[in-house]
């Protein structure tokens, strides 16, 4: 598999489209409720525009009515990784592609969304390409349930 994280500036800037490109290795943020995944609610596995790796499933996509596509959880605790950007005279946490370290988005929590983690994931949907497919809930055990499983084991070890 190609190293992404080796890829130079100018090699991304050919492989991608001008707005991606922005997007993807310079931060930029597209417009709200422009993109084409905004309210998107067909099932399948979102991508990464930049590298392919797999990242969020429609599953776990909300409609925050924020003008962005919106996860409250990504595909797995691994498949991104998270920056805190003191950008705009603010601290919000980035969300970049783990395997290409290309920008995504940003993640807020505690806004109160009813969803099991509260949290947003707030991505630009240019940088996503949607695969249509069947995902099931069987394959949703990632870090959380995983992580509430091993609470409760020993929880009742304890006692
Ligand atoms: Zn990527």
């Known amino acids: 598999m190609a190293k992404f994280t080796m890829i130079s500036d100018t090699e ?3 492989r991608l489209k001008e707005n991606e490109y922005l997007v993807l290795r310079h931060g930029a943020t597209e417009a709200p409720h422009v993109g084409e995944y905004t309210n998107t609610t067909t099932e399948g596995v979102y991508r ?9 499933r429609s599953t776990e996509k909300f409609d925050a009515h924020c003008g962005w596509p919106s996860f409250f959880s990504p595909l797995a605790g691994d498949s991104v ?6 950008s705009l005279g603010m ?6 592609c783990a395997t290409c370290e290309s920008h995504l988005g940003h993640v807020f929590e505690g806004e109160g969304f009813d969803t099991p983690t509260d949290q947003r994931y707030c991505i630009n949907s240019i940088a ?8 099931s809930d069987e394959e949703s055990d990632g870090g959380q349930e995983q992580a509430s ?5 020993s929880r009742v070890s304890a006692s």
Do not use: M, N, T
């Open 149 to 153: 499983q091993e609470r409760e084991s």
């Open 81 to 86: 990784i998270e920056i805190d950007d003191y």
């Open 12 to 14: 991304w800037r050919e």
């Open 91 to 96: 601290h919000r946490i980035e969300v970049r």
């Open 128 to 135: 996503l390409d949607l695969e249509e497919r069947p995902v």
């Open 48 to 56: 990464c525009k930049a590298c392919g790796a797999e990242l969020f």
